[in-house]
């Protein structure tokens, strides 16, 4: 078992030293391949990344009768806090608010003569974006409540944006994920075509059929690591260069969510080259490497 293993890395080995360009164009094409599909998925990350933190921006602003006095007001607020959809109610008094509207309109019209129209305002937000106009529902028919303004036609249509975000990426990810495992395998089999020589010594020496066969294997895996590692070095590089020069000209993209966390392109862009390598050069290898 141990000298059927030490055969099987040394011919991994042996190969790796042995066939410079080979092993140049395996991983160049491995790493071509990994820069798109890690490219696409950084761009595909942040997107789906704004597009979810959307929905969360959005919240329900409920309005008192304006003769309702603040204990009810108060009371009400401890009902809504007490609902199992209501992440958080925040009070907003009436003399808050007149306050606010007095500056907002000071250089147009002075209102410090008239008395406060307005009423308290409970600003509601839930657990999740969908369940607003469930909530919203049990509070209009409150007999406290004047009026509940829950923006539910927008927020139809941001959660509308956000599942086509979703469903789109997945689409070219996997289309990409195709793409990138043809390439890998079309590297993989002009390697085996070039060394079909060795194959005829290691089974006239009495090689099995599997320890031919795992060489081959072993040396895609590391031909789509090394393809990853360098992948992932360029797609980061490449982001950091783009993002600083959109910061540069459009500096209100500082408020939008984080991209993907370097650490997850550092491991992420070398496992997935591994496993695509491995799993092209298992794919090859059966159809191309046979015994007699």
Known sequence: ????????????????RRHGMLQVAAVSTACVALILLGSVG?????????????????????????EVPRERTLALQKQVEAMPAVASVQLVPREQAWEEEKKRYASEVNLSDLPNPLPDKLIVRTDQPEQLPQVAARLQNHPDVDEVLDQRGTLERVLAVARLVRWLGLSLVSMLLLSALVLIYNAVRLTI???????????????????????FILEGMVQGGLGGVLAAGLVLMGAGLLSDYMLRLWPFLNDLPPGAPATLVLGGLPTLGMLLGGLCAWWAARRFVRIG
């Open 193 to 215: 075509f070039a060394r079909q020589l060795e194959v005829r010594i290691m089974a006239l020496v009495g090689a099995t059929l599997r320890t031919i066969r795992m060489p």
């Open 42 to 66: 950084m761009m595909l990350y942040k997107l789906d990344a704004i597009a979810q933190s959307l929905p969360r921006q959005f919240e329900m602003e409920v309005f008192l009768k304006p």
């Open 1 to 16: 078992m141990l000298d059927r293993l030490f055969f099987i890395l040394s011919e991994t080995l042996t190969s790796l």
